[in-house]
Nanobody
């Protein structure tokens, strides 16, 4: 069983920055694929970024490429999402997720475990 606890988020003006953190339990964290997703009411959960621990690869949705950075600290069992140049359309609830298979999956259904979600609101 993996538990994910998120922190960070909040309200920021357009052009500002925020950093989200997600602390994971479990001794095999370094092998997990960690993903970030976001969701607005009435829409499906949307892929934002992933970091594959097994393959040391990262991927980003086109909408955030060049503005967001996913990183991980295996010593702290934590994954981060640094969000810069935020736009009002980035407003959503953000979720971290863990995939124990270590795949490079963009579909939220491929992830086994989820954080509690954190609200990010970008004002114009």
């Amino acid at each position: 069983q993996v538990q994910l606890v998120q922190s960070g988020g909040g309200l920021v003006q357009a052009g500002g920055s925020l950093r989200l953190s997600c602390a994971a339990s479990g001794p095999m964290f370094s092998t997990y694929t960690m993903g970030w997703f976001r969701q607005v009411p009435g829409k499906e959960r949307e892929f934002v970024a992933l970091n594959s621990g097994r393959r040391s690869t990262t991927y980003y949705a086109d909408s955030v490429k060049g503005r967001f950075t996913i990183s991980r600290d295996n010593a702290k069992n934590t994954v981060y999402l640094q969000m810069n140049s935020l736009k009002p359309e980035d407003t959503a609830v953000y979720y971290c997720a863990a995939d124990q298979t270590g795949g490079e999956n963009w579909f939220f259904g491929d992830y086994n475990y989820w954080g509690q979600g954190t609200q990010v609101t970008v004002s114009s």
